[in-house]
């Protein structure tokens, strides 16, 4: 699978508004009222991520929850990146 240009990123970020290019990822934080709501969503992430068998980054901030994702066997952002994207956009 080919790495997306910059301008491919761009047009496929118009569909997914809540996330964002940075440091060679695609980015959304997502925020939730209280701690376990946020460990319940890393929880569907997860399950998510393992049924694509494409794994982004996760950072909790106590309610706060980073996901970050790029295709590291390809070194830049791919259509599965957008794919698993707007997948964890619809488990929030």
Do not use: C
């Amino acid at each position: 699978m080919a790495g997306l240009s910059d301008s491919e990123i761009a047009s496929r970020l118009e569909d997914l508004p809540e996330w964002s290019y940075e440091d060679g990822q695609i980015t959304r934080t997502f925020s939730f009222d209280t701690f376990l709501a946020g460990i319940d969503f890393v929880v569907k992430v997860a399950n998510a991520a393992e049924t694509a068998d494409h794994h982004p980054d996760v950072d909790i901030r106590y309610s706060n929850i980073k996901v970050a994702m790029s295709s590291h066997d390809v070194g830049g952002i791919t259509e599965r990146d957008f794919k698993l994207a707007a997948e964890v956009s619809g488990l929030a």
